[in-house]
C-alpha cells in the first residue's frame, strides 16, 4: 500500500546547485502534481501533468521543470536552487478531486 | 492573488465540544470543494468534499456547509476529538480544470482534554 512515493525525505543544497525531486505512485492515477507549502501561504501549484506525456504549469512554476517519464513517475527538478525555493514540496496523484499525497520532501537552500 | 481564504491560522477547542472551520474563495466558477487534513511530517489526506449543487455533506462527526450566495463553507466537526489535532486545508477546483485544486492557508486546530 504504498501510494506516492516521494524521495529524499530531506535535502539542504547551496544557492545556485541543481536536483531533482522523484515521485511515483502505484495508483495507475493519470493526473499528477507537484505542489509547495510555506507558511502561510497553503499549497500552490507548480506544475501538473494530466496524463502521461503532458505537463503544464500551475500558479507558481518559475525556476522549475519537471517530467512525466511514465504514468507512474513525475519528477521535479530546480536547475539552480535559489533560497527562495526553500519550502516542503509535495507530489500527488489523483483521477478526481480526492488526491493521494506523498508525504514530502523538505528542502532548505542555503 | 489566493482564491481560497482561511482567515483563521488556528482554533483552539476543548475535547468534545463543536469545532467550526471557515473558507472563503472569490472564484464564483468554483464547482466543487474539500476538506483536507494534515498531520505533521505527512502528506495532506481527503476528508470530506462538497459539489455546488449541495448545500450540505456529512460523513460521520465531518459535517461541511456551502452558502453559494456569499462565497463560503464551512467544516463542523462534532463532537472534536484529540486525534482531530491537524491542519485542516479547505480546497476548491471548477469544472474541466483537470481536477486542479486551490488551496487555502490552513487552520491548525488544538483540540484540549
Known amino acids: 500500500n504504498a501510494g506516492v512515493t516521494q524521495t529524499p525525505k530531506f535535502q539542504v543544497l547551496k544557492t545556485g546547485q541543481s536536483m531533482t525531486l522523484q515521485c511515483a505512485q502505484d495508483?495507475?492515477?493519470?493526473?499528477m502534481y507537484w505542489y509547495r507549502q510555506d507558511p502561510g501561504m497553503g499549497l500552490r501549484l507548480i506544475y501538473y501533468s494530466a496524463s502521461e506525456g503532458t505537463t503544464d504549469k500551475g500558479e507558481v512554476p518559475n525556476g522549475y521543470n519537471v517530467s512525466r517519464l511514465n504514468k507512474r513517475e513525475f519528477s521535479l527538478r530546480l536547475e539552480s536552487a535559489a533560497p527562495s525555493q526553500t519550502s516542503v514540496y509535495f507530489c500527488a496523484s489523483s483521477d478526481w478531486y480526492g488526491y493521494t499525497f506523498g508525504s514530502g520532501t523538505r528542502l532548505t537552500v542555503v | 492573488d489566493q482564491q481560497v481564504k482561511q482567515n483563521s491560522p488556528s482554533l483552539s477547542v476543548q475535547e468534545g465540544r463543536i469545532s467550526i472551520l471557515n473558507c472563503d474563495y472569490t472564484?464564483?466558477?468554483?464547482?466543487?470543494f474539500l476538506w483536507y487534513k494534515k498531520y505533521p511530517a505527512e502528506g495532506p489526506t481527503f476528508l470530506i468534499s462538497?459539489?455546488?449543487?449541495?448545500d450540505k455533506n456529512e460523513d460521520g462527526r465531518f459535517t461541511v456547509f456551502l452558502n453559494k450566495s456569499a462565497k463560503h463553507l464551512s467544516l463542523h466537526i462534532v463532537p472534536s476529538q484529540p486525534g482531530d489535532s491537524a491542519v485542516y486545508f479547505c480546497?476548491?477546483?471548477?469544472?474541466?480544470?483537470?481536477?486542479?485544486?486551490?488551496f487555502g492557508a490552513g487552520t491548525t486546530v488544538t483540540v484540549r482534554a
Open positions: 462538497i459539489s455546488s449543487i449541495k
Open positions: 480546497a476548491a477546483s471548477a469544472q474541466s480544470n483537470d481536477y486542479k485544486l486551490s
Open positions: 472564484n464564483s466558477m468554483f464547482d466543487y
Open positions: 495508483m495507475n492515477h493519470n493526473s
